[in-house]
């Protein structure tokens, strides 16, 4: 029988009283999902009445660990989502959706661009956000470093916005920079892949993999973007032990909840904030403003303040969306719950 603990799972995750055998779920196929238990690999389904109905569990994502009915049979039925460890989201492209889910439980996310056309900090500064609002430990990881004579100068940049973050130049191609890898290889660990599509993420799994596991796409020579070889999000476990989820490349990166995140991630940018003249400064024109002076003595880009605000505006939009979704989660709650009272009383009188 197969060990789930392998795949991370920690059995004080399972609540008391609980039904059901723990699975992690491995990859999401529109209604039907790829879960791996103690028999092995198999497909399962929502149960309706707890995901749809009543809407009292969360949809599981890829990295999730769940409860299930196993069905030796056929589609076993998944009936709880287990609480979560870290767990990435973005605002969801499609106007009105709201948040859109990523993956859940890991412990590391490799932020990667490629060492060409591809390296953008401002995106940068996204990921990293997003990523430590998730709970997990970011990493920067530049790929294609085989295709530049000299990357100091983007090495330099990345190190820049991201004190106390590791930054990486490797090459999956020559394997230069692989070995600085290794730290983050270790046996029950989940690390996440993210990145625009023709970054290298297929690429790096297959070289970590030790042989081709993913399907590479071609590159276009004129903008050097790639295919999105990657059609769905899934949880692969090498065999040293360590758990790789591979994401399709996201051509959008909206802020959802960073209400933790954004702090971090521009902790230079926030420790002027008590240092201005009048402590309801607004870094605009006030007299004594210590962001105003950092900018103009060089000690803040005013690039990298632009772009705090810039998320910051985001952010706040966000949180004013989110209030508003939690009210009406809260109202269609409580019409649920008055609605079986009101069955129960029924039940009683009969």
């Known amino acids: 029988m197969l060990n789930l603990t392998d795949y991370g799972f920690i059995p004080s995750m399972m609540p008391e009283n609980a039904e059901g055998i723990p699975a992690r779920v491995t990859a999401v196929y529109k209604e039907r999902y790829e879960l791996v238990c103690e028999y092995g690999y198999v497909f399962g389904r929502l149960k309706s009445s707890v995901y749809y109905l009543n809407g009292s569990e969360i949809f599981p994502i890829t990295g999730d660990f769940v409860l299930i009915n196993y069905n030796p049979n056929g589609d076993s039925q998944i009936i709880k989502t287990l609480e979560r460890k870290s767990f990435f989201s973005r605002r969801d492209p499609l106007p009105g959706k709201g948040e859109q889910a990523i993956v859940a439980n890991f412990d590391y996310v490799f932020i990667m661009q490629s060492l060409n056309h591809d390296f953008n900090i401002r995106r940068m500064e996204r990921y990293i956000t997003l990523v430590l609002q998730s709970g997990a430990i970011p990493v920067i990881v530049l790929t294609k470093a085989d295709l530049t004579d000299d990357f100091s100068e983007q090495m330099l940049a990345a190190q820049k916005i991201a004190p106390g ?36 993420k297929s690429s790096l799994v297959n070289t970590l993999a030790g042989r ?100 910051k505006q985001e952010a706040e939009y966000t949180e004013d969306k989110i209030m508003y979704l939690r009210k009406k989660q809260e109202w269609h709650k409580n019409i649920s719950k008055r609605n079986k009272n009101m069955k129960k009383n029924g039940k009683v009188k009969l």
């Open 212 to 311: 081709e596991i993913m399907a590479v796409g071609d590159i276009r020579e004129n903008d050097s973007k790639g295919r999105h070889t990657t059609t769905h999000r899934q949880l692969f476990m090498l065999q040293n032990g360590v758990m790789i989820i591979d994401t399709p490349g996201l051509r959008e990166l909206g802020m959802w909840d960073v209400s933790s995140g954004l702090g971090e991630a521009f902790s230079d940018v926030e420790s002027y904030f008590g240092r201005c003249k009048f402590r309801n400064c607004r870094h605009q024109n006030e007299p004594g403003c210590a962001v105003r002076e950092a900018i103009e003595k060089g000690e803040l880009s005013r690039q990298r303040w632009e772009s705090y605000l810039k998320l």
């Open 165 to 200: 973050i590791g930054v990486y130049a490797i090459s999956t191609k020559t394997g230069y920079g692989m070995d600085a890898l290794a730290d983050y290889m270790k046996p029950g660990k989940t690390i996440v892949f993210l990145g625009s599509s023709g970054v290298g």
